[in-house]
Nanobody
Framework: QVQLVESGGGLVQPGGSLRLSCAAS????????MNWYRQAPGKERELVAR???????NYADSVKGRFTISRDNANNSMYLQMNSLKPEDTAVYYC??????????????WGQGTQVTVSS
């Protein structure tokens, strides 16, 4: 059974920084794309950043230049460095790993979510 555990959320002032981590445990041979999503109160969950198995990255326009996604394949882990945080970044952040379960098929695993609050 694969489990994803997140850490690193908290309360930070505008302009501050946080680093989120997500680590997977269980029987894992490989991980395709890794993603960070977030969901603010009253809003739909949105994709914040994505990193492929080859290391290519994509970001939501709202976080480009401020957030950096990275991965550590040896430890089945992913990170999100968040700088210059704004109040509108306040949300619950979820990690998502797309893990192959058989040829041409993957399964989405999710973390439990970690709260990020940006407020003075």
């Amino acid at each position: 059974q694969v489990q994803l555990v997140e850490s690193g959320g908290g309360l930070v002032q505008p302009g501050g920084s946080l680093r989120l981590s997500c680590a997977a445990s269980g029987s894992i041979f490989s991980i395709n794309a890794m993603n960070w999503y977030r969901q603010a109160p009253g809003k739909e969950r949105e994709l914040v950043a994505r990193i492929t198995s080859g290391g290519s990255t994509n970001y939501a326009d709202s976080v480009k230049g401020r957030f950096t996604i990275s991965r550590d394949n040896a430890n089945n882990s992913m990170y999100l460095q968040m700088n210059s945080l704004k109040p509108e970044d306040t949300a619950v952040y979820y990690c998502n790993f797309q893990i192959p379960i058989r040829k041409y098929a993957t399964f989405d695993y999710w973390g439990q979510g970690t709260q990020v609050t940006v407020s003075s």
